[in-house]
């Protein structure tokens, strides 16, 4: 007979407390009645069918896809030179970089959104589309440095080494050698930070104006009663597409990890 696990019960707990909320928004969201109650009304695509319909969460949802994709692609390329510049550089400056773009994970949401609403208000740009790129880069920013330093670090050096003494210039080794091999992770960062981006809620609220993104629409519908079954339908599509966009920079996380220990050796 097997002892009781309190250890195992513990998690069990910690899995039920975290994940079942969850998994009754999709539940509720094929349920064909407003009020998300138990017992079940019955099954009905409705309330995906409605998404398609308006045209307010189209325009929210490109914009976000837009701001993810511009942020993104910012923090990747600030992410990959901070995270090069500390591995291979080592200087002073470099690590002391590198600690301040990993530092806003430590800063709370709400800071970091009334910090940036005063400098955006400072230099006349105001809430806008532009400032809520702004601010995300700054939230993603440590995620990418975190992954990328990672990946450079696990690269041999020697192999820098090497084709500096064959006579290979620093931009040919970044470009030609070092680039190459972090190449998944590169992807893998761009990911995480445009996901970091898509679901952000508290910066952007701060700097949104005319432009509501995703986040900001789900939130502004939650005072309609009648909009919550189709809240919890479009927050089930954004959940299965975070989960898609997670496993797939795992996928690339777990490519690239393989491709370091092929490189060590």
């Known amino acids: 007979m097997k002892r ?4 195992g019960a513990y998690v069990a707990l910690y899995l039920v407390f975290i994940y079942l909320p969850i998994a009754l928004i999709p539940l509720f969201s094929f349920n064909d009645a407003v009020q998300a109650a138990f017992p079940l009304k019955g099954f009905t695509l409705a309330w995906y069918q409605n998404l398609w319909n308006n045209d307010a969460l189209k325009s929210s949802l490109l914009t976000s896809v837009e701001v993810g ?7 990747t390329l ?4 901070i995270a090069y510049a500390e591995i291979i550089g080592s200087s002073k400056l470099a690590r002391l970089i590198s600690g301040l773009a990993r530092l806003p994970i430590l800063i709370p949401g709400v800071i970091i959104g009334i910090a940036l609403l005063i400098v955006v208000n400072i230099i006349a740009l105001g809430p806008s589309r ?3 790129v702004i601010g995300h880069v700054l939230v993603a920013l440590p995620t990418t440095v975190m992954v990328l330093r990672g990946r450079f670090a696990s690269i041999p050096r020697t192999i ?3 084709a500096q003494d064959l006579g290979a210039k620093d931009a040919t080794v970044f470009f030609r ?8 992770a590169i992807a893998s960062a761009f990911l995480l930070a445009f996901l970091t981006s898509f679901d952000e809620f508290i910066v952007a609220f701060f700097l949104s104006g005319t432009e509501p993104t995703l986040p900001l629409y789900i939130w502004s519908q939650l005072r309609f009663p009648k909009s919550l079954p189709m809240v919890m339908a479009l927050g089930s599509s954004v959940l299965a597409l975070s989960i898609i966009i997670v496993a797939i920079s795992e996928i690339l996380r777990r490519k690239d990890r393989s491709l370091a220990l092929t490189t060590s050796h």
């Open 160 to 162: 820098a080494e090497a």
């Open 78 to 81: 600030c992410g990959t030179s």
């Open 177 to 184: 050698i070092m680039l190459p091999l972090a190449l998944s």
């Open 4 to 7: 009781f696990s309190w250890l």
């Open 130 to 132: 532009l400032a809520i």
């Open 69 to 75: 994709a511009a942020a993104a692609s910012i923090a």
